[in-house]
């Protein structure tokens, strides 16, 4: 079973992320901002985050500036956005993201294929 840290503000997203990737199989953690998610980056197995840009506390690039990559061994990482704005999708990458979702504009199947893909790829 794979790990997943879902990292996201939105209630309703948490909820959806959650059952259409639980009912695939996957086992979630959830936390509501950056800061929850690296506590329970700590405390957990963890195989992927889903890890949203907007979030308060401590949104998701500042997850990344902070994020340990060597102390967590490269954990997989999708960001979640709600927009194609390039050069925020570049930083993301720049800053050890492995791929984004646009969440306005993809469907359940999509996402879970995207997660699906990202977790099948060697690189890390």
């Known amino acids: 079973m794979t790990n997943i840290l879902l990292i996201d503000d939105d209630d309703a997203l948490q909820t959806m992320y959650s059952t259409v990737l639980g009912s695939a199989g996957h086992n979630i953690t959830v936390a509501s901002n950056g800061q929850e998610g690296l506590e329970l980056l700590d405390q957990n197995s963890i195989d992927l985050i889903l890890l949203d840009v907007n979030m308060p506390v401590m949104d998701g ?3 990344l500036e902070t994020y340990d990559r060597k102390k967590h061994g490269g954990i997989k990482i999708i960001m979640l956005t709600n ?6 999708i570049n930083r993301a990458i720049a800053l050890g993201a492995n791929n984004y979702i646009d969440k ?3 469907t359940p199947a999509e996402m879970k294929q995207i997660v699906d893909g990202v977790l099948n790829s060697s690189a890390a």
């Open 61 to 63: 690039f500042g997850f």
């Open 83 to 88: 927009s194609n704005d390039i050069p925020l």
């Open 104 to 106: 306005a504009n993809v």
